[in-house]
């Protein structure tokens, strides 16, 4: 189809509804000229008289008639739905499908959403937990959290905030199996890999003073959830390497040591990645912007 139909045919419908050229020029801020070509127009593309005219007045036919009907419900639907958008963008609303890890949404994103629905009573969300890296085009999703370090991509990221990954144990753990005072101590050591990071069999640590060690680890355990290897290490089966939010009040209250505190891990971040689009629904921008705010009150280190 034509799309300068659809606008003609608008044009067509101010005619209608003004009752002469000179009161649908005057309310489009066209000419005259204009507006009686367009309907000319029209009426050649259409192979149909639209307008009886005279020098005085003009009527309708039967079949401009009918036109003016069906062109009226079509500037209705868009009058209706561009009012919508309109009143979103005041007070944004719809739903929001969200995919993030198991981790990410117990320790953090869960309560997050929470208050954010609070203040957005008329948006609501659908959190597809899982560790697997998703495809939000094939999976439908708006909006993905991930954490770590972002590969190449064709979708778009907002960085959320950054965090520490933390080597940690029981004290259950050190007591079986001994202090660990160097990186090379848990070489041999049961140790719970996450399968999601590429080098889970290898720990690459940097310490104070520059000096950089890569030691290969004992994998007795594997998973590819975060929250599984943070209850590996809970029982004392393994020690691992965890994201700080996820075991900040363990190693606040004891139940876990943080290991080798003067050797660090690369820091990883959270980020927001959503499908590239040229305008960003309302619904999703508030929420990106209240994940990053609320995050600089939830990880202020």
Same mark, same amino acid.
């Given at each position: 189809?034509d %799309?300068k139909?659809?606008?003609?045919?608008?044009?067509?419908?101010? =005619?209608?509804?003004?009752?002469?050229?000179?009161?649908?020029? $005057?309310?489009?801020?066209?000419?005259?000229? +204009? =507006?009686?070509? *367009?309907?000319?127009?029209?009426?050649?593309? %259409?192979?149909?008289?639209?307008?009886?005219?005279?020098?005085?007045?003009?009527?309708?036919?039967? $079949?401009?008639?009918?036109? /003016?009907?069906?062109?009226?419900?079509?500037?209705?639907? +868009?009058s @209706?739905?561009?009012?919508?958008?309109e009143?979103?963008?005041?007070?944004?609303?719809?739903?929001?499908?969200?995919?993030?890890?198991?981790?990410?949404?117990? *320790?953090?994103?869960?309560?997050?959403?929470?208050?954010f629905? #609070?203040? &957005?009573?008329?948006?609501?969300?659908?959190?597809?937990?899982?560790?697997?890296?998703?495809?939000?085009?094939?999976?439908?999703?708006?909006?993905?959290?991930? +954490?770590?370090?972002?590969?190449?991509?064709?979708? *778009?990221?907002?960085?959320? /905030?950054?965090?520490a990954?933390?080597? /940690?144990?029981?004290?259950?753990?050190?007591?079986?199996?001994?202090?660990?005072?160097?990186?090379?101590?848990?070489?041999?050591?049961?140790? =719970?890999a996450?399968?999601?990071?590429?080098?889970?069999?290898?720990?690459?640590?940097? *310490?104070?003073?520059?000096?950089?060690? @890569?030691?290969?680890?004992? #994998?007795?355990?594997?998973?590819?959830? !975060?929250?599984?290897?943070?209850?590996?290490?809970?029982?004392?089966? #393994?020690?691992?390497?965890?994201?700080?939010?996820?075991?900040?009040?363990?190693?606040?209250?004891?139940?876990?040591? &943080?290991?080798l505190?003067?050797?660090h891990?690369?820091p !990883? @971040?959270?980020?927001?990645?959503?499908? &590239?689009?040229?305008?960003?629904?309302?619904?999703?921008? =508030? %929420?990106?912007?209240?994940?990053? #705010?609320?995050?600089?009150?939830?990880?202020?280190?």
């Open positions: 189809m %799309l139909i659809l606008y003609r045919i608008g044009i067509f419908q101010r =005619v209608v509804e003004a009752g002469s050229f000179t009161g649908a020029a $005057e309310a489009l801020g066209l000419s005259k000229s +204009v =507006v009686s070509q *367009h309907v000319t127009d029209l009426e050649r593309q %259409l192979q149909v008289r639209l307008l009886n005219r005279s020098t005085r007045s003009i009527s309708v036919t039967q $079949e401009g008639d009918e036109l /003016c009907q069906a062109g009226s419900a079509m500037l209705d639907t +868009v @209706t739905a561009v009012s919508r958008l009143t979103q963008q005041e007070s944004p609303s719809g739903l929001i499908r969200i995919t993030a890890s198991q981790n990410l949404a117990v *320790h953090y994103l869960t309560g997050s959403i929470a208050r629905h #609070a203040a &957005h009573p008329k948006i609501s969300v659908e959190l597809d937990v899982q560790d697997a890296i998703t495809d939000l085009i094939e999976g439908g999703y708006d909006l993905a959290f991930r +954490v770590g370090w972002l590969k190449n991509t064709e979708l *778009h990221a907002v960085k959320i /905030c950054d965090f990954m933390v080597p /940690c144990a029981s004290p259950a753990y050190l007591a079986r199996v001994g202090a660990v005072r160097s990186p090379y101590d848990l070489a041999h050591r049961p140790w =719970v996450l399968t999601i990071f590429p080098d889970f069999d290898r720990l690459t640590l940097d *310490h104070d003073d520059s000096e950089q060690l @890569t030691v290969r680890l004992n #994998a007795t355990f594997r998973t590819n959830s !975060g929250l599984t290897a943070k209850q590996f290490v809970l029982e004392g089966a #393994a020690a691992g390497l965890l994201p700080n939010y996820a075991v900040r009040d363990e190693l606040k209250h004891g139940t876990l040591v &943080h290991l505190p003067d050797w891990h690369r !990883g @971040t959270i980020s927001a990645t959503y499908v &590239h689009r040229r305008r960003m629904p309302p619904r999703l921008r =508030v %929420l990106i912007d209240h994940i990053k #705010a609320d995050a600089r009150r939830h990880f202020p280190d």
